[in-house]
């Protein structure tokens, strides 16, 4: 199918379907998502590698002594807010001073993890963002999140779910992942909440820190990766083929600050 083609199919569906494209991009490109543009240009494939000089140069500066080997990635037509390394409580992190922005980094496992895995992360929010519901197509930001992107059989994905893995694989050359962890600070969901993404149930969020009692200090979290996997999806996981952490305030148009030390995974079999 030629882009001219595709790339009417995708302006048909974009309206619709424009959370569910963002949020399964945020899974394996890591990124998150607001309404579309109103105008799709189908003219020549979207590309997901938008040059940011500044921000790369930026985030560059703290890379390589808390999150080493991560990359960059952008949606195009969202605003972006750089990361910027800093030093709280005296723990070294990468801020983000979101402002209506989505602002994210993710690394990819290569080969794929299949042992037991151990995720430890720690993270920092200067506030919840009262408006955000991630049950809500419409309002599903959080100051901080972690995505985990696991490979499976794709032959059990819904028509739905394939259909939008086809239309992601045309304008970025990558198939969405088989099923998304999303480990999220949420405004008003308790803690241990399990929230379907409302566009896909190959997307699900866990919730590991609720409300504003921990707000402007460090938060330590160490997470059974497999053991959550089959909490939240009710099945075994497949091989870990990617995280990456997230900033996400456009669809409330909302501003906070989320900090994000290093994550670390590793064999629980090893420990």
């Known amino acids: 199918m030629g882009f001219s083609r595709s790339g009417r199919l995708l302006a048909r569906y974009m309206s619709a379907w424009s959370h569910y494209v963002c949020v399964a991009g945020a899974a394996w490109l890591m990124a998150g998502c607001q309404a579309p543009p109103a105008r799709v240009d189908t003219t020549a494939p979207l590309t997901f590698e938008a040059a940011d000089a500044d921000a790369a140069a930026t985030y560059k500066a703290g890379q390589d002594r808390v999150f080493p080997g991560w990359e960059l990635r952008r949606l195009p037509g969202k605003h972006w807010a750089p990361f910027t390394p800093v030093e ?6 990468l801020q983000v001073q979101a402002s209506s922005s989505l602002s994210l980094l993710r690394k990819r496992l290569e080969p794929p993890l299949t042992a037991p895995m151990e995720v430890s992360f720690s993270w920092w929010a200067d506030s919840v963002i009262d408006e955000a519901d991630l049950s809500d197509s419409g309002a599903s930001d959080a100051p901080v999140q972690l995505l985990l992107a696991f490979d499976g059989d794709r032959s059990l994905l819904s028509a739905r779910n394939a259909m939008m893995s086809e239309l992601l694989l045309l304008v ?39 409300g504003s009692l921990n707000l402007r200090r460090w938060v330590h979290h160490r997470r059974d990766v497999h053991a959550d996997f089959r909490l939240v999806f009710g099945e075994e996981p497949g091989p870990l083929a990617g995280l990456a952490i997230m900033t996400d305030t456009d669809n409330t148009r909302t501003q906070t600050r989320g900090v994000f030390g290093p994550v670390r995974v590793q064999n629980l079999n090893n420990q």
Do not use: C, F, K, N
């Open 88 to 93: 709280l409580a005296g723990q070294l992190g």
């Open 172 to 210: 970025t050359g990558e198939e969405l992942p088989y099923a998304s962890l999303v480990y999220v600070w949420a405004t008003d969901h308790p803690v241990g909440s399990i929230i379907r993404d409302p566009r896909s149930d190959r997307i699900r969020y866990l919730v590991v820190e609720q």
